[in-house]
């Protein structure tokens, strides 16, 4: 088969335009987007930290973000959407640091001191009323609960993950010291900080760090 002849570019024609060209409204739109998801759902933090729960709307969040009740739909179906992406939001307050004490590098003993100093500095107002209001929610709304309760789950399991480093330096050490059960160890610290923090926001003064370096000594000890 012969091979097809080359055609020259006419110089008259008007050129294609560039890729880049093409997509330059894309990431503006999507940009847009992002940022009015983001006021919405630091509209929904403010209402649900004030404890107006009768007045959590989506109506009433879109006013307050100052954009319009379609818009919030638009980016939200219900108030259960903004419930839930306020459960996401919060992520990195509470959860995220907790994971980076323990999985930073070092013994069990170093880790666990870590864990200690900061679930010692105390909870900012927003945060736990916050906390608060989701349990409230949850206790209304199965969507909720499940979703916090998956918050939760990965929060203990940062627990467990701190008692499995001390079952490892156990095991390399061939056993010494007494066999650990991660689980039930860690479980039993969480349900320990939950305590406190239940506690300390009902006025009590309880200094939480002795406390809780006394209880991760003793159960690391009696294992």
């Known amino acids: 088969m012969a091979a097809s002849a080359k055609v020259p570019p006419d110089p008259s024609a008007p050129s294609a335009p560039s890729a880049p060209a093409l997509r330059t409204g894309r990431p503006r739109a999507s940009a847009k987007g992002e940022q009015t998801r983001a006021r919405l759902i630091a509209a929904a933090r403010t209402l649900l930290a004030g404890g107006l729960s009768e007045r959590f709307t989506t109506r009433n969040v879109a006013a307050l973000s100052g954009v319009s009740h379609g818009m919030c739909h638009y980016h939200f179906q219900d108030r259960t959407d903004l419930v839930l992406?306020?459960?996401?939001?919060?992520?990195?307050?509470?959860?995220?640091?907790?994971?980076?004490?323990?999985?930073?590098?070092?013994?069990?003993?170093?880790?666990?001191?870590?864990?200690v100093e900061l679930l010692s500095r105390p909870e900012g107002a927003e945060l736990s009323h916050l906390h608060s209001a989701l349990h409230w929610h949850?206790?209304?709304d199965e969507r909720v609960r499940e979703s916090l309760e998956a918050e939760y789950r990965r929060w203990r399991g940062c627990f467990v993950t701190l008692f499995r480093v001390l079952a490892d330096e156990r095991d390399e050490d061939g056993g010494r010291g007494g066999r650990v059960d991660p689980l039930a160890l860690g479980e039993a610290v969480a349900a320990a900080v939950?305590?406190?923090?239940?506690?300390?926001?009902?006025?009590?003064?309880?200094?939480?760090?002795?406390?809780?370096?006394?209880?991760?000594?003793?159960?690391?000890?009696?294992?």
């Open 85 to 115: 992406a306020v459960v996401t939001d919060i992520r990195p307050e509470w959860i995220h640091p907790l994971e980076e004490a323990v999985s930073a590098p070092g013994p069990f003993a170093e880790r666990a001191e870590r864990v």
């Open 194 to 223: 939950d305590g406190l923090a239940a506690a300390e926001s009902l006025g009590s003064e309880v200094d939480s760090g002795p406390v809780l370096r006394t209880l991760i000594r003793t159960l690391a000890a009696g294992t």
């Open 138 to 140: 949850a206790l209304n």
